[in-house]
């Protein structure tokens, strides 16, 4: 039976950012990737959105971002509604309230779309379940991964905890180009990962991912990384059942710098990576090696390093991490981060 509201209601989600190991980058028609990603969901860096819908004949929605109207992600709010609204009808007959705030900073190196996304589209989905007057445990989260997907495709992996994948692979059950899945039978030791991010230069980049992801159409490599991509999918699920740190960096670095090779061979080729980038990089490598310290890196689009080890090797690894590091980042600045439970529910006004 449908709910004929005539008043305010709202739905509130706290959803976290992810960090992909296994990366996605190029894809074809509405946000479907050309190959499979495997990432972790964070603990800290978070969005959290909270949509108040009104009735309303002409639809129409306001969004801001801590507190101020944010006009350039306005595009990509009313790009998800849109694309959203065949699933979500009442979305054409409510104005929406949106207002989302971020723990960590923008152009931090942190997927804030991921987050972002994940949450508006928790908030979109319960409030149709609420308008349809559906129990509290009804939403479907595969459902939900493809209406973030739409919205950012790095989005369609924030809403489970710990491991996810997205985009199909003969090695992992029910996977989709459609929407991601939770990986089960990780090894404890990938259960107790900690990301420390590391900011080299904030500054916006200059090259935005969905440029990035567009000059793979025509690569000259294209047909090799949707290779490689799946067979470091289906080596990170080995590593990720076995626990073995050392081939877990191994294949998190070859697909971090693979990435950065596809954008500088792409025509026009272009380059993230700041010179404090490459330093970080040859010292990681290094410590590992010559001092046998479990620390390896990732890197998105840009020129930020997440380095990766396990949570409890921190106090073994900071004092490294503050003399040798920490001078190499913008302002000394690094943001602490592991992997967390995946999204969480705040409140729902429900009439
Ligand atoms: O979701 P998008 O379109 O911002 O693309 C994200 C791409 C990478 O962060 C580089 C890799 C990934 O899988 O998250």
């Known amino acids: 039976m449908i709910n004929n509201r005539t008043q305010e209601f709202t739905a509130e989600w706290k959803s976290p950012s992810?960090?992909?190991i296994v990366k996605y980058w190029g894809k074809r028609a509405i946000q479907k990737p050309l190959n499979p990603s495997i990432s972790f969901s964070l603990k800290n860096a978070v969005t959290t959105t909270r949509v108040s819908a009104r009735p309303s004949k002409q639809g129409g929605f306001t969004f801001s971002l801590d507190g101020n109207k944010k006009d350039t992600f306005n595009a990509k709010v009313a790009n998800l509604l849109k694309m959203a609204a065949s699933t979500l009808p009442f979305i054409d007959t409510h104005h929406l309230t949106i207002e989302?705030?971020?723990?960590?900073?923008?152009?931090?190196?942190?997927?804030s779309s991921a987050s972002s996304m994940s949450a508006l589209a928790l908030?979109?989905?319960d409030l149709q379940r609420m308008i349809n007057n559906e129990s509290k445990s009804s939403l479907d989260l595969q459902v939900v991964s493809e209406l973030a997907r739409l919205g950012s495709g790095s989005?369609?992996?924030s809403l489970y905890g710990g491991w996810t994948a997205w985009g199909e692979s003969t090695a992992i059950a029910n996977s989709s180009d459609d929407y991601a899945v939770k990986l089960s039978n990780v090894h404890e030791n990938f259960m107790q990962i900690a990301n420390a991010i590391l900011i080299i230069e904030p500054k916006t980049k200059k090259v935005s991912s969905s440029q990035g992801h567009a000059l793979m159409n025509n690569h000259a490599f294209g047909e090799a990384r949707i290779k490689q991509a799946?067979?470091?999918?289906?080596?990170l699920l080995e590593?990720?059942?076995s626990g073995d740190w050392n081939k877990f960096f191994d294949i998190a670095e070859n697909e971090a710098l693979s990435l950065h090779a596809l954008m500088m061979s792409s025509n026009p080729g272009y380059t993230l990576l700041h010179p404090n980038t490459l330093k970080v990089i040859e010292e990681v490598r290094r410590v590992r090696l010559e001092e046998n310290i479990p620390v390896g890196f990732s890197m998105d689009a840009g020129p930020n390093v997440h380095l990766l080890y396990p949570k409890n090797e921190e106090a073994n690894i900071s004092?490294?991490?503050e003399n040798n590091i920490r001078p190499l980042c913008h302002q000394q600045l690094i943001i602490f981060d592991e992997i967390g439970d995946g999204p969480e529910k705040i409140i729902t006004h429900e009439l």
């Open 18 to 20: 992810n960090l992909a």
């Open 239 to 241: 590593v990720l059942k």
């Open 100 to 111: 989302s705030s971020n723990t960590f900073p923008h152009s931090s190196g942190i997927a």
């Open 123 to 125: 908030c979109l989905t």
């Open 230 to 235: 799946n067979d470091n999918s289906l080596q």
């Open 155 to 157: 989005a369609a992996r």
């Open 319 to 321: 004092p490294w991490l």
